[in-house]
């Protein structure tokens, strides 16, 4: 087999395909959370802590001078990404426990037991016709 076509068998496979289109989807969640954090959801508790921009928060460590540039800690980002995060995981979590509650519904519904075989309804017959000749 060759490389390409061994290529082309591993990239076809459903599981690769899924995984890149989740990918992507995922990228482009990140950027919706990402936007619905510093547009919506700081401006709020900036108000609500004075007036403060989140991504600004920092505490200086070293002062500006003349050759360098001043060394900051710059915690508001941090602050920023912990609350994307928590976001993401909270839709992540709520996504898979809906998806886990109509998996355990399909789950509950009992399946009708399947037919007996050709050959079990005639080792019925067989037996019970040899129960009535006793």
Do not use: H, W
């Not at 700081?42 to 001043?70: E, H, Q, Y």
């Not at 995981?89 to 709520?94: N, T």
């Not at 996504?95 to 075989?117: L, W, Y």
């Amino acid at each position: 087999m060759g490389m390409m076509s061994e290529f082309k068998s591993f990239a076809m496979r459903g599981n690769v395909v899924d995984m890149a289109v989740g990918i992507i989807i995922g990228g482009a969640f990140g950027k919706i959370v990402s936007s619905f954090v510093a547009d919506v959801i700081m401006p709020p508790i900036g108000v609500l802590i004075g007036g403060v921009d989140f991504s600004d928060l920092g505490v200086t460590i070293k002062g500006a001078t003349a050759d360098a540039a001043a060394v900051t800690l710059n915690y508001g980002a941090f602050l920023q990404t912990v609350f994307d995060f928590l976001i993401v995981a909270f839709a992540i979590f709520m996504a898979i426990k809906g998806m886990n509650r109509m998996r355990r519904k399909e789950e509950a519904a009992p399946a009708a037991p399947p037919k007996p075989s050709n050959e079990e309804v005639l080792l019925t017959e067989i037996r019970d016709l040899l129960k009535n000749r006793s």
